[in-house]
């Protein structure tokens, strides 16, 4: 029964992206194109409305590029263009946007909370990249590295769902969340640096 509502889910999203896609095909935009714009607005966006605590608007304006995810991949196979340039560079923007997003609600910290979340939503940032560094390091020697309990979207939603709550002015849920947050990241770190040691030293 999931695997057939998945398959609905999956049919019912297709229709919708699909004449969009092929619509951006015909006025010549790229899979590439759509990529970059997708960026430059999550980038934007959090840019703009997070540093000032503004983050309802923030993350509804995100939601429209994250769109782009789906649009650049579907443009992707009608073009037949699939292949390893448009997944490097899909990742790489993805850690741009990362960056972006937890820079800017690090600025938010600093400007209106304590010290204690201040270094929480520090280590949020640069743990994030550590995390997807480790992964990259480590498959490039050959080696596995896809563990862990927080990765790229569980960090995501973990961040931006108690942020869109605190923004409709529920206290508290997003120091909070940025505590949790970056406990989780800390422990990510050390099961991948943990499982790759295990692989290189067996």
Known sequence: MRMLNQTNARAAVAKIVEPIARG???????PDAVTVIGTVGVSASA???FPRGDFVPGILIMVLFV???????TMARMQNRTGVWGAFLD??????ADGV???SVLI?????????VQVAAFVCLVGG?????ARARAESVGLDCKVGIAERTERLL???IPAFIYGLGVPYILPAALYVLAVLVLITVWQRFAHVYRQANA
């Open 47 to 49: 840019a703009y409305f």
């Open 91 to 96: 990742s790489s923007l993805d850690r741009v």
């Open 158 to 160: 973990i961040l931006l």
């Open 24 to 30: 951006l095909l015909k006025i010549g935009l790229s």
């Open 108 to 116: 938010w910290a600093v400007r209106t909370q304590s010290v204690g």
């Open 67 to 73: 769109f782009s995810d789906m649009l650049d991949g």
């Open 101 to 103: 997003i937890f820079g």
């Open 129 to 133: 990249f550590l995390i997807s560094y």
